[in-house]
């Protein structure tokens, strides 16, 4: 069986944002079943919405696996179907996912990204990076570990068909984080965030297994592209969806510059260079809303979502209570 498998915990939003992503996802898929784990809070909350109809695996969270490293590193625990596609509650579903399942089966286990990690991938985000590159401490990590390429794992997406690779996966990416101090990776705790990254362990454990990335950019068919505000059009609830895609992976790259008037200056001025302005309108299978200051037409999304639900829950409880009952019948 196929289904998807999503997880949630904590403060009420982000359950919202849950329901959102599958109700975004029941425009197109209206048979595969999907999973939630959530806490105990959130579970209770939906049942009490009238939600819980949205999942056809309601299961508990267990509170050590409430992290990111907590449910990303251990997936062979929450595999509720025999082939799953794990994804985050911030994805927007653009187009029917039937295509994007057929070309997952050829793998055992996968995960969206690139072959090739930047420098930036795990690494400081500040000018520690330069003392990075002097140093080549990528390449030291590599051959301390045995390994001859390190690819960039984003765990937005990631197919688990076998239980065993699946498992061998989860148990090498917690065996690389724990001895996180032998590599070039910095943590995430040290940056003032609240929790660690699960994607350069993964990354490395992908690597050690010899297990193939699904790429992250393929063009018309991408299974997943990141949310920037300039490019990308969409209506109010997202149900045309189109984002601009440069074929040149420089030009490309520029899309997450925090500051947008200076992205468009580069990108307009570097595209005047022979083939670098080429790209194309496309629809991916799923909008990810990864980046914090991209997140807030999200947000809005979940909350008019969510909104609606709950408004027909208690129209529906309302409409049922109003309907007069016949004495004698009931007598």
């Known amino acids: 069986m196929e289904g998807y498998v999503l997880h949630t915990y904590g403060r009420e939003k982000y359950l919202r944002h849950a329901v959102a992503s599958v109700q975004t996802l029941r425009r197109y898929d209206t048979h595969r079943p999907v999973a939630l784990y959530a806490d105990e809070a959130q579970i209770e909350l939906l049942k009490r919405k009238g939600l819980d109809h949205l999942f056809a695996v309601l299961e508990v969270l267990p509170s050590e696996y409430r992290s990111i490293v907590?449910?990303?590193?251990?997936l062979h625990k929450f595999k509720a179907f025999e082939r799953s596609l794990f994804v985050d509650s911030d994805i927007v579903w653009c187009r029917d996912p039937d295509a994007l399942w057929h070309k997952l089966e050829a793998y055992t286990f996968t995960a969206t990204g690139l072959e090739k990690a930047d420098a930036w991938f795990g690494g400081p985000k500040g000018l520690g990076i330069i003392t990075d590159r002097l140093f080549d401490r990528r390449r030291r990590t590599m051959r301390r570990f045995g390994l001859t390429y390190l690819p960039r794992v984003q765990a937005g997406m990631i197919y688990a068909a076998d239980p065993v690779v699946t498992a061998e996966v989860?148990?090498?990416?917690?065996?690389?984080?724990?001895?996180?101090?032998?590599?070039?990776?910095?943590?995430?705790?040290?940056?003032?965030?609240?929790?660690?990254?699960?994607?350069?362990?993964?990354?490395?454990?992908?690597?050690?297994?010899?297990l193939p990335i699904f790429h992250w950019f393929q063009g018309q068919d991408s299974p997943q592209l990141d949310f920037i505000d300039g490019y990308v059009d969409h209506d109010l609830n997202f149900k045309v969806v189109r984002c601009r895609y440069h074929t040149d992976a420089l030009i490309h790259g520029l899309r997450g510059f925090p500051n947008h008037l200076?992205?468009?200056?580069?990108?307009r001025y570097l595209s005047k260079m022979p083939g670098k302005g080429d790209f194309m309108w496309v629809t991916p299978y799923a909008l990810h809303f990864g980046w914090m200051h991209h997140k807030q037409p999200f947000y809005d999304l979940s909350d008019r979502i969510w909104d609606e639900l709950t408004h027909s829950q208690t129209a529906t409880k309302s409409e049922l209570e109003a309907i007069p009952v016949d004495k004698t019948l009931a007598d």
């Open 170 to 210: 989860c148990n090498h990416a917690q065996e690389y984080l724990r001895r996180r101090k032998e590599t070039h990776f910095r943590s995430r705790l040290d940056e003032g965030r609240s929790e660690e990254s699960c994607e350069w362990s993964m990354a490395m454990a992908v690597s050690s297994l010899d």
């Open 262 to 267: 200076i992205r468009d200056t580069l990108v």
């Open 70 to 74: 907590g449910f990303k590193h251990n």
